[in-house]
């Protein structure tokens, strides 16, 4: 699961707000999912061509207001 913290981090338009109620658990706080899509990282992988020439694709990125940070898990 990938989590940011706004939905302008996704790609342009793609945001779909959630239907239901689902939080994510972070210590003590309960924040609540807003939303979910894709994330395009521009040119931050090698590529065969040269160095930082491939973009990285996140699925399935959550949107969580309230983190400071943005944050890759791995469940």
Known sequence: MHLVNSKELLELGSFIKVAYNKCVKAGSFSLPILGYNKRVI?????????????????????VVKGFYINIVFKA
């Open 42 to 62: 521009k040119k931050v992988l090698n590529g065969v061509a040269s160095l930082n020439s491939e973009d990285l694709t996140l699925s399935d990125v959550i």
